[in-house]
């Protein structure tokens, strides 16, 4: 099993980025997944997920700006931010598989976002 995160960069504040996650070797219709941060000095904190059953949560500083969203033909996880604010400059990372919105059997390798001011 593979996740390839990408899509991270250098914004603005008040810019938008689009995350992705590639997938191989799991099919996501099947799995629950998520992304998380770890900010500079800080441990990996939850952003949001996408449930199997449809289900979606959300971080309270993600809720209103962050969209999880899935392409299940394509196999790929999206995390859609706008309105972007320095304190979500972090390392990204997606997962997939198992029942933990904070922790998923499988992980991808993290995609910096930096948000200027």
């Known amino acids: 099993v593979q996740l390839q995160a990408s899509g991270g960069g250098l914004v603005q504040t008040g810019g938008s980025l689009r995350l992705s996650c590639a997938a191989s070797g799991l099919t996501i219709s099947i799995h629950n997944v998520g992304w998380l941060r770890r900010s500079p000095g800080k441990v990996r904190e939850f952003v949001a997920s996408d449930r199997h059953d449809g289900r979606r949560f959300y971080s309270d500083s993600a809720k209103g700006r962050f969209t999880i969203s899935r392409d299940n033909a394509k196999n790929i996880v999206y995390l859609e931010m706008n309105d972007l604010k320095p304190g979500d400059t972090a390392e990204y990372f997606c997962?997939?598989?198992?029942?933990?919105?904070?922790?998923?059997?499988?992980w991808g390798q993290g995609t910096l976002v930096t948000v200027s001011s």
């Open positions: 997962g997939a598989g198992g029942d933990s919105l904070y922790n998923y059997d499988y």
